[in-house]
Nanobody, 123 residues
Framework: QMQLVESGGGLVQGGGSLRLSCAASGRTFSSYTMGWFRQAPGKGREFVATISWSGSSTYYAASVKGRFTISRDNAKDTVYLQMNSLKPEDTAVYYC????????????????WGQGTQVTVSS
């Protein structure tokens, strides 16, 4: 079993920045592909970004590409999501997730999930 704990969410003005962190425990973090997803009120869970176990491969949703950056520190068992130029439409609960396979945008392919952290962007 892997436990994932997100942090770093909060309220920010449009155009601002936030950095989310997701700390993992319970499994060999460096063996897992990590992903970030989000869910806005009344909407389904949406893919945001993913990073391979080594960090050499990343992929982003079109809606965040160029504004968000996913990274990981395998020595700290932590994955990050740097969010810049935030927009009100980025408001959502953000979840990190882990899977023992290649990067994918499909939420159902991820086995382990955190509890989420709220990000609210005001206009």
């Amino acid at each position: 079993q892997m436990q994932l704990v997100e942090s770093g969410g909060g309220l920010v003005q449009g155009g601002g920045s936030l950095r989310l962190s997701c700390a993992a425990s319970g499994r060999t973090f460096s063996s897992y592909t990590m992903g970030w997803f989000r869910q806005a009120p009344g909407k389904g869970r949406e893919f945001v970004a993913t990073i391979s176990w080594s960090g050499s491969s990343t992929y982003y949703a079109a809606s965040v590409k160029g504004r968000f950056t996913i990274s990981r520190d395998n020595a700290k068992d932590t994955v990050y999501l740097q969010m810049n130029s935030l927009k009100p439409e980025d408001t959502a609960v953000y979840y990190c997730a882990a899977r023992s396979g290649a990067t994918t945008v499909l939420a159902y392919e991820y086995r382990y999930w955190g509890q989420g952290t709220q990000v609210t962007v005001s206009s």
